[in-house]
């Protein structure tokens, strides 16, 4: 239950396309969901994230949708650019508790192609 | 500059050795935390700290110890009972139980020779 499920494992799009990642939870107690961006050797930064009370955030190029009834949440990147490659992660969490513990799904290997 | 920073970025362990990575932070954070990346498996939790002198064991504690005696310091410790240790380390820290945000350390890479 305490698993986040993630897909694809990579992903390879052309420069100008829509990158789509997913994101798949049990634990309906998760209520903050996180994406973060990686780059090889570095740590993770944190890109977008939202909570359950809203069906969809947008800053950018980049947007999570959320959908509550099907425990499920993606992360949409449009225009993708060559800069955008990296290694995504989408991350649960929940608020009771204040433990900040924070389960990360596997990761998706994006490459955007010139 | 404000940050977390993490050294070494590279640390090689021999049969038998226990090994300490270190983590700081000068954001003045309360909780701090370490992570375990593998190939193919995101990030794993391995011990948190949510303020000084005090800390809990995550997901995949065995072979790994921490102490937090200062608030801005969060050491981890690799002990030889941890038989595969091969794998980056990430320190990450938060501001306060009212924020979510975890930010993360540019991390160690951890090697067997």
């Known amino acids: 239950q305490q698993q986040v499920k993630q897909s694809p494992q990579s992903l390879i799009v052309q420069k100008g396309g829509i990158s789509i990642i997913n994101c798949a939870y049990e634990n309906t107690a998760f209520d903050y969901f996180p994406w973060y961006q990686q780059f090889p050797g570095k740590g993770p930064a944190l890109l977008i994230a939202?909570?359950?009370?809203?069906s969809e955030k947008k800053e950018g190029r980049f947007t999570i949708s959320f959908n509550k009834s099907a425990k499920q949440f993606s992360l949409h990147i449009m225009d993708s650019q060559p800069g955008d490659s990296a290694t995504y992660f989408c991350a649960a969490s929940m608020r009771s508790g204040n433990t900040g513990k924070l389960i990360f799904g596997q990761g998706t290997t994006l490459q955007v192609k010139p | 500059d404000g940050g977390i920073t993490q050294s070494p970025k590279y640390l090689f362990r021999k049969e038998g050795q226990n090994v300490t990575l270190s983590c700081e932070q000068n954001?003045?954070?309360?909780?701090m935390y370490w992570y375990r990346q593998d190939p193919g498996q995101g990030l794993r939790l391995i011990y948190y700290s949510q303020i000084v002198n005090d800390f809990q064991k995550g997901d995949i504690a065995e072979g790994y110890s921490v102490s937090r005696e200062k608030k801005e310091s969060f050491p981890l410790t690799v002990t030889s009972a941890q038989k595969n240790p091969t794998a980056f380390y990430l320190c990450?820290?938060?501001?306060?139980?009212?924020?979510?945000?975890?930010?993360f350390g540019p991390g160690t890479r951890l090697l067997v020779l």
């Open positions: 990450a820290s938060r501001t306060s139980p009212s924020r979510e945000t975890q930010y």
């Open positions: 954001l003045n954070h309360d909780a």
């Open positions: 939202i909570r359950p009370d809203v």
